[in-house]
């Protein structure tokens, strides 16, 4: 019995009870694919290949993954694909989210069960990042995450068009009578023209840049368009570093710290990114046992000015931001305000990073810390008695003349009530209402949907309102605009006070103070709590009984309990 060695092809190798045997089977099983001896005994870089025909954001991942095995063949090393679920928002009922957890441990699992000496992670898609970093830091196996890049932008008419903001604009356009259905047909085939993500800064490219700014990834490669050149080379970089990885088993952990997590929170705010990104991150740091409190995070985004001209925040798309000096260009702006001791998959420091890179910026997209795009971050939490452990509001994409004041309720009890009630004529609804959305969070049984984005009643809308005040349990696209608040914790399904609210009550919002508030008595709310029904008896089987019995609440990240 020889002792197990400690790389490649031979790293966990099946128990028989004879180590040796095991190790000349898999070798013998592995030939049969044409492997020589040779390459057999070089280091193994596992590639987590998430190609599929229902993702049309990873539809040039093949290309891509042929150009990671370029740079880790020229580097010495064996590269092995091999598939995982791929998540693809448009595709997935009831929502990518409700199998982000999923997707995380079938990703951990496979790193940790298949014998590699590093990681590519190829993702692109909303939930694909934040679950492989997930898979990632909990795995402890060196890894760099290899971002597919988001689409070009198409022209319609001779509008500049790209997924998916410019959609919900178009949608809402429709739905209020603007535009007929003949012309929403035909730009339905000029919204995603290329392979990759949306070309906003929606939450797919938010995640890249997170996953950037964490250090999880080549440096400056967040932005890539899917479809240009760079983003080819940049798979071929990232598989060399993955055997320079192998050799340094540098780990996750090492490089997700409470530091890199601040500096990641600070990003977020200077790029005017998704909503979404604080429960992926809350959820990638409970991992490793860090927090992302959301008092620290108003703190963040009070210092922290909006620095990208970016839909759905301003006016540019992501190949803009590319151009423009990518998020390098955004870090140097904040260096002075963050933790430069941080490093990321190469070794190096964030300080050591920021010297080496070129200065080239365009101030139309990527503006100076002292003339910024907007004057705080673009995210703030709220709290009160409607929100005891918080809530978001994306305030950069916003109207802040809805920011302070009171309105009356208009409840919705359910995804399926407000798809019933919604745009019928008689809805008794005003256009100073606040449209509240219940049962719509992590254990009402949708899985926590992009369902935030209220439409504006049919009624209204067609009489030309625009915006109004809405709240959820829900999640927000990170294409969508509006003032809306989101992740209403604890959520009504749970029987958060979110539960409690009736059509008729007043609401109090003031982003200036955080406060969301639910002006009802207290001898009221108890009536109310008490007469609520016990939730119905959950899923008995599968996957959906795992979720329901184990998903956490919006500020833990919405993962599992058993995964922290």
């Keep these: 019995m020889t002792e197990e060695p400690r790389h490649g092809l031979a790293r966990g190798a099946t128990s028989y009870g004879d180590q040796d045997f095991a190790l000349y089977m898999r070798r013998g099983f592995a030939k049969s694919m044409g492997y020589s001896t040779g390459m057999l005994k070089k280091p193994v870089v596992g590639i987590v290949n998430t190609s599929s025909g229902f993702n049309n954001c990873h539809r040039h991942f093949p290309e891509l993954a042929e150009a990671v095995k370029r740079g ?7 590269p092995i694909d091999f598939p995982t679920i791929s998540l ?72 500049r ?57 080549l440096p400056g490669t967040a932005t890539i368009p899917a479809v240009h050149a760079d983003r080819l080379r940049a798979a071929e970089a990232t598989g060399a570093l993955a055997m320079e990885l192998a050799r340094t088993r540098l780990t996750p952990e090492r490089i997700i710290t409470a530091r890199s997590v601040e500096n990641t929170l600070r990003v977020l705010m200077a790029i005017g990114g998704s909503t979404n990104a604080v429960i992926h991150l809350a959820a990638i740091a409970g991992r490793l046992g860090l927090k992302v409190d959301l008092k620290r995070l108003n703190a963040l985004s009070d210092s922290t000015p909006v620095l990208v001209n970016l839909k759905p925040t301003g006016e540019h798309y992501m190949e803009d931001f590319f151009a423009a000096g990518g998020l390098g260009a955004v870090l140097r702006e904040l260096k002075p305000l963050l933790h430069l001791d941080c490093v990321d998959v190469t070794g190096r420091t964030l300080e050591q990073r ?7 910026v365009d101030r139309a997209v990527v503006r100076a810390f ?79 949907p992009e369902a935030g984005y209220l439409p504006i009643p049919g009624k209204l809308a067609k009489a030309g309102v625009k915006d109004m005040v809405r709240i959820s349990d829900a999640r927000m696209s990170g294409t969508a605009y509006g003032t809306i608040v989101l992740h209403v914790t604890p959520e009504a399904a749970v029987g958060g006070p979110l539960a409690l609210v009736q059509t008729g009550d007043r609401i109090r919002l003031s982003v200036k103070e955080r406060r969301l508030d ?47």
């Excluded at 068009?161 to 000029?190: P, S």
């Design 72 to 78: 880790v063949l020229a580097a010495g090393g064996l």
């Design 88 to 159: 693809c928002e448009p595709f997935i009922a009831p929502c990518t989210m409700y199998y982000r957890n999923l997707m995380a441990m079938e990703t951990e699992e496979m790193i940790r069960a298949q014998p590699m000496d590093a990681v590519v992670m190829m993702g692109g898609c909303d939930k694909s990042v934040p679950a492989q970093i997930m898979a990632a830091a909990s795995a402890r196996v060196p890894a760099v995450e290899l971002i597919g890049g988001p689409m070009m932008s198409g022209k319609y008419e001779g509008e």
């Design 161 to 217: 068009l790209t997924a998916c903001t410019d959609c919900r604009r178009f949608w809402a356009n429709f739905r209020a009578g603007r535009i007929d259905r003949a012309k929403i047909d035909a730009v339905e085939g000029k919204l995603a023209t290329t392979a990759g993500s949306c070309g906003v800064m929606g939450t797919a490219s938010t995640m890249a840049c997170v996953a950037e700014a964490l250090g999880m990834t």
């Design 354 to 360: 920021l010297a080496d890179e070129p200065a080239f």
């Design 370 to 448: 002292a003339q910024p795009f907007q004057p705080e971050g673009g995210i703030v939490a709220l709290f009160g008695s409607l929100a005891p452990r918080g809530a978001i509001l994306k305030r950069s994409a916003a109207d802040p003349r809805l920011f302070e004041g009171e309105g009356r309720a208009f409840v919705f009890t359910s995804l399926a009530d407000m798809a019933a009630r919604v745009d019928r004529p008689d809805l008794e609804v005003r256009p100073d209402d606040i449209l509240v959305l219940q049962n719509a969070g992590p254990k009402s049984g949708s899985g926590m």
């Design 518 to 564: 639910l002006l009802v008595e207290e001898r009221e709310i108890e009536r109310r709590r008490a007469s609520l029904k016990p939730a119905a008896p959950g899923p008995a089987r599968g996957y959906d009984r795992l979720y329901m019995e184990h998903v956490l609440q919006a500020d833990e990240g919405v993962d599992f309990d058993f995964l922290r």
